[in-house]
């Protein structure tokens, strides 16, 4: 008696299970679809969130000077070495500046005291985040475009 050879008849076993091995297979399909989708969402989804993280204790100081109408263009210098400045940008008259601060290490009250320091009287306009300035300034610049 001979025993039975599994290579002989595979063929025809899996024609009658019913075993097909042409193609690819769903799951590599499947697979293949779900790492397209999460890498092209990717390329929208991480550049915001590391430019976030990069800037999410960042504010801005608008501040103008009381009685002149200019700031003394040697001061910006000055306000750039403060601990904590990261960003300081006048207006195009040189009426108003923007200082861009880490909340985390300086605050306006230390802003200010350097200014009383310097002799300078200065009004504060606004402090705003500096995500949100971003956005606006961009939303203002879509309405000046012709």
């Known amino acids: 008696m001979t ?8 063929d025809k076993r899996e024609k009658v299970l019913g075993v097909r091995k042409r193609g690819i297979s769903f799951g590599a399909i499947a697979a293949t679809v779900s790492f397209m989708i999460v890498l092209g969402l990717s390329f929208f989804v991480v550049p ?6 990069n800037s999410r204790h960042l504010d801005d100081a608008i501040y103008k000077l009381q009685g002149v109408d200019t700031w003394p263009q040697e ?3 000055a306000i750039r070495q403060l601990t904590g400045v ?3 940008v006048t207006d195009t008259d040189d009426t108003r500046i923007v200082i861009t601060f880490d909340k985390s290490v300086t605050d306006t009250r230390k802003l200010t005291a350097f200014f009383d320091h310097k002799g300078i009287s200065t009004i504060m306009l606004n402090r705003v985040g500096h995500n949100e300035r971003m956005a ?3 939303k203002e610049a879509q309405f000046e475009a012709p």
């Open 48 to 53: 915001k969130s590391i430019a976030f993280f």
């Open 136 to 138: 606006t300034m961009k």
């Open 3 to 10: 025993t039975y050879n599994l290579e002989k008849y595979r």
């Open 86 to 88: 990261k960003a300081v």
């Open 75 to 77: 001061m910006l210098p």
